[in-house]
């Protein structure tokens, strides 16, 4: 998709047709009563998206109350803070009133023995005719403030008030912090300075008297008695009480945002761009595109954009920041307001939603959280979603027919992957049967009906491709992949053994009728294409033909067996598919696009790989369940193939609505390096059976994300309590034993009780042990999981995972 948005998808090879930008398309949903749609967008825009765990919705999330008094503090903890307070309360004012010795204070511990005299910090005890050097009152205040500091430290120090305090006040919101923080100070002064306060009557803590005793020692009384150095001390002393709180308060980031915001509104400069609303467009007024911030902004409160165009515009942003590109983005943006950047097919919106999206987190909500036992205080009750980031590591979701694996989970999928490709940031392929359950054909650019004859698109067997090589393992998946005896490794060779000459004397590669005959080691048709390599630069192709010659009907040939294959796929109700050949785009056997006249065509789907596309194929049903799954098994291997090629800023994604025979082991293998390809799938499966059983670890372990849904079976359940493994769990055996007394007053009271109550003396003993448990057993998923409800655990790229959750679907 070009930057100007100049691209048609109608084209769908990997080069569109280009069209001229057409004008806005300004229809929109009508908003609620009350509501405009420049404030319905605008509020969307504005909402707060916090981080949050791997699957909680995060438009709007709030934690749980559960969870936030989870949070608080265990009341021992509190007890622990008051219990040290109140005892160095009780220690200071014994030391106040002279009832606590020396002994128990700094002075002794610096006072020589021969100062020794006894008494106390209030009433020291003076001794008369002896020649002791008696400390001066400097001293005592000294000692008194040091006494103090070692007190308050050991409270504050034993208490944890540092933790108490930072939880409780440090996490709440400005203001009300900084006001806390404000009263906690004036509280705090008013202990050190109780004549500043006339309200309170108490005496001042021994802080600035030990202070000033200290620089009259150092100094000798020099100079120390001024008026200017009490107020300096004073100064110094506040600013020391009113330090820890202003952190605490968080007065400082509050004071620099305040300005801000005044000179905001001054015309100045503004709050930074993370605390100003997303309406506003601060991040291009930030790098200087005020122009474009006023255009866009006046869009959005016009309600001339709806949050694709937003979202749209803003991934837009990024990659021209990205690539040094700010120009075209400007020119762009102010020639095309709200319609910059739109999809090549000009659509700005789905024609029907039945889903909630949010498109600036990639996000689509899909139920609720259960309140359950298991489930996290942090998910408790919490919208439940999907995003990329999680289906990036693909999706396995297994469930019986009816329990709402395509309408809940699928649709919502596709829906969404649709509406993030019209923002430029996906190409999505959905595949499944026909009925619209996936979406209706106006949500797509390209909707290939396989055996339909009102098909407008055809599927390009061999995805465009121009090497022999490749083309043979993506028809070898496709044909051979579910094989035991053939498999798509040994099916590979006789078909490269044929494209590659072919290719070479026609341009292009064969029609499936014509592969099906040199398969099938038809000898008019491979003497006809020997024929067509004479010239010597074709002698390595003559050397491949020529050992596919001397291989056909030999024993263990697996050319037959494709042939019988490729048969599924030679019906008449298919005579019209299938025709498009070559890499050059030319359709048929002959070049004509199939039977149909050129009325098909053909598409191929390595255009996912440039352009954001939306594709669905519908496959055919009523006798043609085999020729379906190998169509599935197609496109499948198509892309995966066409994941793996070359850097590009947009995410791929397959949604099989029935994987039924298209798990593999060469499946298996692909689908578990999409994650690090920007790629992922999701498989829909009825049962795991559906599946060889060799390959149910595999698959297992190839994808992130796993849903069990209600209804599934003993033997299913067992592979996701595999997959799901085992938890430590803390556990409380309570066992009661009879109690027999020696002493018969006791039998007697005993006895008593026993005829009272009816029950004999018993005590409990309690033993509480960590065992290891599934996380959720066989039986639990089979039994336990409510109607409309699923288990599912999901892992994003980065490695953060959920356990596996109960989620309620109808939420």
Not at 36 to 49: C, K, L, M, T, Y
Request: aromatic letters at 6%; one cysteine or more.
């Amino acid at each position: 998709m070009d930057g100007d948005g100049t691209q048609d998808a109608r084209g769908t090879h990997a080069n569109p047709v280009p069209r001229p930008a057409g004008p806005p398309d300004t229809t929109r949903v009508p908003p609620p009563p009350g509501h405009s749609p420049g404030a319905r967008v605008a509020d969307w825009f504005n909402e707060r998206r916090p981080e949050a765990e791997p699957g909680i919705w995060r438009f709007g999330y709030r934690r749980p109350k559960a969870a936030r008094k989870a949070e608080r503090l265990a009341p021992l903890t509190i007890a622990g803070m008051l219990i040290p307070l109140v005892l160095g309360i009780i220690v200071w004012s014994f030391w106040r009133r002279g009832e606590v010795p020396y002994e128990f204070t700094l002075l002794r511990l610096f006072t020589p023995d021969d100062w020794w005299w006894g008494g106390t910090l209030a009433t020291p005890k003076e001794l008369t005719g002896r020649p002791v050097p008696y400390p001066g009152v400097e001293a005592l205040e000294v000692y008194a403030g040091l006494s103090f500091a070692l007190l308050v430290y050991l409270v504050t120090r034993l208490g944890g008030w540092g933790t108490v305090v930072r939880h409780y006040i440090g996490r709440k919101a400005q203001p009300a912090r900084a006001l806390i923080a404000a009263l906690g100070a004036l509280i705090a002064l008013s202990f050190v300075f109780p004549d500043s306060f006339p309200v309170v009557g108490w005496d001042a803590v021994p802080v600035v008297t030990p202070l000033f005793s200290l620089i009259v020692l150092i100094g000798d009384g020099y100079g120390v008695y001024s008026s200017p150095s009490k107020e300096l001390l004073d100064t110094l002393v506040t600013l020391l009480v009113l330090w820890p709180f202003a952190r605490l308060g968080g007065w400082w980031p509050l004071l620099r945002a305040r300005l801000a915001a005044r000179r905001g509104a001054d015309g100045s400069d503004a709050l930074p761009a993370a605390e100003q609303p997303r309406a506003g467009w601060p991040e291009l007024r930030e790098a200087g595109q005020h122009r474009v911030a006023d255009v866009l902004t006046a869009e959005v409160l016009a309600g001339r954009m709806n949050d694709v165009d937003c979202a749209r515009v803003t991934r837009g942003w990024s990659r021209a920041r990205g690539q040094g590109r700010l120009a075209d983005f400007t020119d762009t943006v102010l020639r095309q307001g709200a319609a910059a950047f739109t999809h090549p097919s000009g659509a700005r919106d789905l024609p029907h939603r039945a889903a909630r999206h949010d498109l600036l987190t990639g996000q689509v909500r899909i139920g609720r959280w259960a309140e359950a036992e298991r489930t996290p205080l942090a998910y408790g009750g919490v919208g439940a979603a999907l995003g990329a980031q999680t289906l990036r590591t693909s999706l396995l979701v297994v469930g019986p027919s009816g329990a709402g694996k395509t309408r809940q989970v699928l649709a919502p999928v596709a829906e969404t992957l649709a509406l993030q490709a019209l923002t430029g940031a996906c190409a999505v392929v959905v595949v499944g049967g026909p009925g619209g359950e996936l979406g209706p054909d106006t949500a797509y650019d390209v909707v290939v009906r396989v055996g339909d004859p009102a098909s407008v698109h055809d599927l390009d067997p061999y995805a465009e491709t121009g090497d022999p090589d490749e083309a043979a393992a993506i028809l070898a998946e496709a044909l051979a992949g579910d094989l035991d005896t053939v498999g798509a490794e040994r099916a590979a060779r006789p078909l490269a053994q044929l494209l590659g000459p072919y290719r070479a004397a026609h341009g292009r590669f064969p029609a499936l009728p014509v592969l099906r005959e040199l398969l099938d080691g038809d000898r008019a048709a491979l003497t006809d294409l020997r024929a067509r390599l004479t010239d010597d630069r074709h002698a390595a192709m003559r050397r491949e033909l020529d050992a596919r010659v001397r291989q056909t009907g030999a024993a263990g040939d697996p050319g037959p067996v494709l042939a019988d294959r490729l048969a599924l796929l030679d019906r008449p109700a298919f005579a019209d598919f299938f025709g498009a050949g070559g890499a050059d785009g030319s359709g048929g056997a002959d070049g004509s696009g199939g039977s149909g006249g050129g009325a098909i065509r053909p598409f191929s789907l390595r255009a996912i790989a440039h352009h954001p596309l939306r594709v669905r194929v519908d496959l055919p049903q009523h006798g043609h369940e085999e020729a379906a799954r190998l169509i599935a098994r197609l496109v499948l291997a198509q892309f995966t193939a066409v994941a793996r090629e070359g850097a590009r800023d947009h995410f791929l994604s397959l949604v099989l609505d029935d994987a039924t025979g298209t798990v593999t082991p060469g499946s298996v293998r692909r689908v578990q390096r999409l994650r690090s390809q920007n790629a992922g799938v999701v498989l829909a499966l009825r049962s795991v059976s559906d599946v060889p059983e060799a390959l149910h670890g595999p698959l297992y372990g190839a994808v992130g994300c796993r849903m069990a849904l209600a209804g599934v079976t003993t033997w299913d359940g067992s592979r996701f309590a595999d997959a799901w493994g085992t938890e430590w769990v803390e556990t409380k055996d309570v066992a009661q034993h009879a109690v027999f007394a020696d002493q018969p007053m006791t039998r007697a009271m005993h006895a008593l009780r026993k005829l009272v109550t009816g029950k004999a003396v018993t005590t409990e003993a309690v033993t509480v042990r960590q065992i290891e448990r599934e996380r959720w057993s066989a039986s639990e998923l089979a039994h336990q999981v409510p109607p409309g409800h699923a288990v599912l655990s999901l892992t994003t790229v980065t490695g953060e995972h959920a356990p596996p959750l109960l989620l309620d679907l109808r939420a």
